[in-house]
């Protein structure tokens, strides 16, 4: 009879957590313009990911260099320029492509992008979200902790680990003996992003 293929049926039990916590499902298209892709989300022309060897440009467009979109964050432009005023919470799963190929990495991977943009939105509630998704995903309470990064298109942005699942965090080779496994990138939507979808950064936050 067959079974479903193993990326979708993760990608859809994740989509369906978001669901129950109140996001809405969104789809974006795969071939993006640089506007959404980067310029949009605060990523700079002299940006290194805009470079020929991150990005797959593809021809055609208007004037304005076509791409294979690599990440799901153009979606986020897209919903929020097509909601107008918020509130709105949103999960977008997707395809996303990138020059990049080795024993860790693929040129076309997946992503799952999830937002919310309100009046009064905080790290608490994005930490409050990150632990009750990602409990919900591996079935058990699962630690997590937020260390400082940097993502242009977020301020202040976070990296997210996990406890190790497999040793419940006392070292094994998964985690490379240190208890903690990096899962995901967060954090808040930054200002100039919600200026480029025509939001008030000093009235809502994401």
């Known amino acids: 009879q ?3 293929q193993p990326v979708q049926v993760g990608l859809d039990e994740r989509t369906a957590i978001c669901a129950q916590m ?3 499902g969104a789809e974006g ?3 993006e313009g640089e506007f959404h892709n980067f310029d949009a989300l605060n990523i700079p022309p002299e940006h290194p990911a805009r470079a020929m060897h991150d990005t797959f440009f593809v021809e055609g467009g208007d004037g304005e260099p076509l791409l294979l979109r690599t990440h799901t964050s153009p979606v986020q432009i897209r919903a929020m ?3 107008g005023e918020p509130p709105l919470a ?3 799963p997707g395809r996303v492509y990138r020059c990049d190929h080795d024993v860790t990495h693929s040129p076309m991977f997946h992503q799952l992008e999830v ?3 309100d009046r009064g939105v905080s790290m608490a509630h994005l930490k409050g979200v990150l632990k009750h998704f990602l409990s919900a995903y591996f079935e058990r309470d699962v630690p997590i902790r937020l260390r400082p990064s940097y ?3 977020t301020e202040p942005s976070a990296e997210v680990d996990i406890g190790c699942v497999l040793c419940s965090g006392s070292g094994c080779r998964v985690c490379k003996q240190t208890g903690w496994i990096e899962v995901l990138g967060s954090g808040m939507i930054h200002p100039n992003v919600l200026r480029s979808a025509q939001i008030d950064p000093e009235a809502y936050s994401g």
């Open 29 to 31: 298209p795969e071939i």
């Open 90 to 92: 949103v999960v977008a």
């Open 22 to 24: 109140g996001f809405a």
């Open 81 to 83: 320029l097509e909601a």
């Open 115 to 117: 937002f919310k943009v």
């Open 2 to 4: 067959g079974s479903g």
């Open 151 to 153: 993502f242009p298109f």
